[in-house]
């Protein structure tokens, strides 16, 4: 699982979907967003105590510049349409 608050998870996020860009030029990408496990905000410190909502929209904010900036149209489930403080792209 991705940890949404640590940093390295945004540094190989960002070095994976360069690559991802590369091999696959699509306008579109899809990435998922249905699959927040519940569970580790019990039991992993760092989340401890943390909405998973929040966490699961934080963590969308930060890759969706990251879209923009490389051109991609994201997809995902409807679950990310319905988090708290998400402005989706047109289309």
Known sequence: ALDPVKKDTFDFLLNFLSEVFALF??????????????????TDPGLKGK???????QFTKRILPLLELNKKIPMF???????????????
């Open 25 to 42: 030029p699509d306008e579109y990408i899809h990435l998922g967003g249905d699959e927040v496990n519940g569970p580790c905000l019990s």
């Open 51 to 57: 909405q998973s909502a929040v966490l699961h929209s």
């Open 77 to 91: 489930w409807d679950e990310v349409v319905s988090l708290p403080d998400i402005k989706l792209p047109k289309g």
